[in-house]
T-cell receptor
């Protein structure tokens, strides 16, 4: 039973355009969400996060939107650059409950930004 | 800041041998360390969580006698794959979490590619 879902395994975008990566979750206890970027044979690197008390968080070219009622979040990258090509993982955690704030990851979306 | 290292970065071993992977937080004290496994085209799967000085908590389906975890200090955790078999070949990644405002943030190591022949 996947609690965090990234339904698009891949996404291809032209350089300069917007990339939109989507993530859905099922556990209403999740109150903190993160996006990680991962290159092949490397560990994930933290990109941006959002708390459930917000609906938007922006950091440079990266913006994360959270729609709690739909249990949906998205990562927008604009403008997209070839160096953004990587696998993006959505992760969620619940501060309270038995999970101790552990991160639950989606399966990832491979973003390819074409020059 | 917040650098996590892993050693070795890759290892090839024969079936039946044991392999130890180290995870270190280089510039902060990690009260909690996590071990993940990633198979090709799959997500990061949490194997176990370890708090310094206490026994690791294993996720369902992960054999604790096969994957031995030691978190002896606030900067070091080790994962030992005992009696490795080809199906244990995978990419193992550790992460570390510090106490404080960034409670929910985990910092990941670069991963260790294990190949069991």
């Amino acid at each position: 039973d996947q609690q965090v879902k990234q339904n698009s395994p891949s996404l291809s975008v032209q350089e300069g355009r917007i990339s939109i990566l989507n993530c859905d979750y099922t556990n209403s206890m999740f109150d903190y969400f993160l996006w990680y970027k991962k290159y092949p044979a490397e560990g994930p690197t933290f990109l941006i996060s959002i708390s459930s008390i917000k609906d938007k968080n922006e950091d440079g070219r990266f913006t994360v939107f959270l729609n709690k009622s739909a249990k949906h979040l998205s990562l927008h990258i604009v403008p997209s650059q070839p160096g953004d090509s990587a696998v993006y993982f959505c992760a969620a955690s619940a501060r309270y409950g038995g999970s101790q704030g552990n991160l639950i990851f989606g399966k990832g979306t491979k973003l390819s930004v074409k020059p | 800041g917040a650098v996590v290292s892993q050693h070795p970065s890759w290892v090839i071993c024969k079936s039946g041998t044991s392999v130890k992977i180290e995870c270190r937080s280089l510039d902060f004290q990690a009260t909690t360390m996590f071990w993940y496994r990633q198979f090709p085209k799959q997500s990061l799967m949490l194997m176990a969580t370890s708090n310094e000085g206490s026994k690791a908590t294993y996720e369902q389906g992960v054999e604790k006698d096969k994957f031995l975890i030691n978190h002896a200090s606030l900067t070091l955790s080790t994962l030992t794959v005992t009696s490795a078999h080809p199906e244990d070949s995978s990419f193992y990644i550790c992460s570390a979490r510090a106490r404080g405002p960034s409670y929910n943030e985990q910092f990941f190591g670069p991963g260790t590619r294990l190949t069991v022949l």
